[in-house]
T-cell receptor
Framework: AQKVTQAQTEISVVEKEDVTLDCVYETRDTTYYLFWYKQPPSGELVFLIR??????QNEISGRYSWNFQKSTSSFNFTITASQVVDSAVYFCAYYRDDKIIFGKGTRLHILP | DSGVTQTPKHLITATGQRVTLRCSPRSGDLSVYWYQQSLDQGLQFLIQ???????AKGNILERFSAQQFPDLHSELNLSSLELGDSALYFCASSAHGLTIQETQYFGPGTRLLVL
């Protein structure tokens, strides 16, 4: 069965530091999708990125970047020059056959 | 504002009761998704509807059901409520599906408390 592990339950960094959130997944499938979502303290969920299993190119969006490595079944998320507004819970998710499985989330505290 | 609306924002009810949560997707979005977030179970996908038809089913209990109406709004019905059903229920919408290069937008959620 598929599984998503976010081993870091909680991380605290000082503003402007870089931080990487780890996501490791387990699957025997060759075709699947991976996602990252953000849940700020206000509670709403925000979709950040989708990556399909055939696209191992890293992606950068402003201060956010994602490193997908199929060989290690990881889809890590890095925030560069973190800001207080980045404080949130971040969820990694696996998707295939119309089913989505979420990791437990990593709570990120950015300290001013 | 994501454009996805959910009502009510909060709901307090008793065990054994039935409630209906409502979701209006973004204008033009055909897919609606329901998720449950609880302390015990974390974030779970419940069900997806696409243009009125059930598209995918996740960890949805038999006591729960959903539908999507011709105007594309969706309702999630929770019956025979138990204490463990207390959770935040999110609705999300997208133009089509999760495998297409499009963004998924979430509503603010309905917080359900079962006493």
């Amino acid at each position: 069965a598929q599984k998503v592990t976010q081993a870091q339950t909680e991380i605290s960094v000082v503003e402007k530091e870089d931080v990487t959130l780890d996501c490791v997944y387990e699957t025997r499938d060759t075709t699947y999708y991976l996602f990252w979502y953000k849940q700020p303290p206000s509670g709403e969920l925000v979709f950040l990125i989708r990556r399909n299993s055939f696209d191992e190119q890293n992606e950068i969006s402003g201060r956010y970047s994602w490193n997908f490595q199929k060989s290690t079944s990881s889809f890590n998320f890095t925030i560069t020059a973190s800001q207080v507004v980045d404080s949130a819970v971040y969820f990694c998710a696996y998707y295939r056959d119309d089913k989505i499985i979420f990791g437990k989330g990593t709570r990120l505290h950015i300290l001013p | 504002d994501s454009g996805v609306t959910q009502t009510p924002k909060h709901l307090i009810t008793a065990t054994g009761q039935r409630v209906t949560l409502r979701c209006s997707p973004r204008s033009g979005d055909l897919s609606v998704y329901w998720y449950q977030q609880s302390l015990d179970q974390g974030l779970q996908f419940l069900i997806q509807y696409y243009n009125g038809e059930e598209r995918a089913k996740g960890n949805i209990l038999e006591r729960f059901s959903a539908q999507q109406f011709p105007d594309l709004h969706s309702e999630l019905n929770l019956s025979s409520l138990e204490l463990g059903d207390s959770a935040l229920y999110f609705c999300a919408s997208s133009a089509h599906g999760l495998t297409i290069q499009e963004t998924q937008y979430f509503g603010p959620g309905t917080r359900l408390l079962v006493l």
